[in-house]
């Protein structure tokens, strides 16, 4: 399912415009990775609710600028710090014949059948909550998967233990950096 995102181009750009585009229910963005970039603005109503949703950040969306659709991911965006509004949104142009470097969340699937929460009343505590990964742009996992069925207390799962999709490589990994994304808590026999 591939989320598709109506977008204008602006023509003014500044604090004050920006400020009026919002005013009027649009957020300012820019869209760059191919030639220069575009400053566009979108629907804030549209924005607000899907930037709420994890899998809006994994996955391609299709960007209609003026009738002509790109293939592009979110990279950024900011949010006013007192009001519930968007401020602005950053999408990169994907080119879908060159691996992505993206964030990818982790999840934690099994940990109620592990040892170290049914008999020694533990707990699994995430270290890290996203991995930096490449992988091909047309297979980006929604979630990585990190199997916690048989860790007792006092373990410490890392990179490796993840469950890795097929064309979906580590980057630490790569550079040979094996870093801890999960402690398990609990009571040792």
Same mark, same amino acid.
Request: glycine share 6%.
């Given at each position: 399912?591939?989320?598709?995102?109506?977008?204008?181009?602006?023509?003014?750009?500044g604090?004050?415009?920006?400020?009026?585009?919002?005013?009027?229910?649009?957020?300012?963005?820019?869209?760059?990775?191919?030639? !220069?970039?575009?400053?566009?603005?979108?629907?804030?109503?549209?924005?607000?609710?899907?930037?709420?949703? !994890?899998?809006?950040?994994?996955? +391609?969306?299709? =960007?209609?600028?003026?009738?002509?659709?790109?293939?592009?991911?979110v990279?950024?965006?900011?949010?006013?710090?007192?009001?519930?509004?968007?401020?602005?949104?950053?999408?990169?142009?994907?080119?879908?014949?060159?691996? =992505?470097?993206?964030?990818?969340?982790?999840?934690?699937?099994?940990?109620?059948?592990?040892?170290?929460?049914?008999?020694?009343?533990?707990?699994?505590?995430?270290?890290?909550?996203?991995?930096?990964?490449?992988?091909?742009?047309k297979?980006?996992?929604?979630?990585?998967?990190?199997?916690?069925?048989?860790?007792v207390?006092?373990?410490? =799962?890392?990179?490796?233990?993840?469950?890795?999709?097929?064309g979906?490589?580590?980057?630490?990994l790569?550079?040979n950096?094996? +870093?801890?994304?999960?402690t398990?808590?609990?009571?040792?026999?």
């Amino acid at each position: 399912m591939s989320i598709t995102i109506k977008a204008t181009v602006r023509d003014t750009q500044g604090t004050g415009a920006s400020r009026r585009l919002r005013n009027s229910g649009q957020v300012p963005a820019v869209v760059y990775g191919v030639g !220069e970039a575009k400053a566009v603005a979108v629907d804030h109503k549209e924005m607000f609710y899907a930037l709420k949703k !994890e899998s809006f950040f994994t996955q +391609l969306l299709k =960007l209609e600028i003026d009738g002509k659709v790109q293939e592009v991911i979110v990279r950024d965006y900011q949010m006013h710090p007192v009001k519930q509004q968007v401020q602005h949104i950053d999408f990169q142009v994907v080119d879908l014949k060159q691996p =992505l470097r993206m964030r990818i969340p982790v999840h934690v699937v099994n940990a109620e059948k592990s040892q170290a929460v049914k008999l020694q009343s533990g707990r699994v505590s995430l270290l890290s909550t996203v991995v930096d990964v490449i992988v091909d742009p047309k297979n980006i996992p929604a979630a990585l998967e990190l199997d916690c069925e048989k860790v007792v207390a006092g373990d410490i =799962l890392h990179l490796s233990d993840i469950n890795y999709p097929k064309g979906v490589q580590s980057v630490a990994l790569k550079r040979n950096s094996n +870093l801890a994304v999960a402690t398990v808590t609990g009571k040792k026999r």
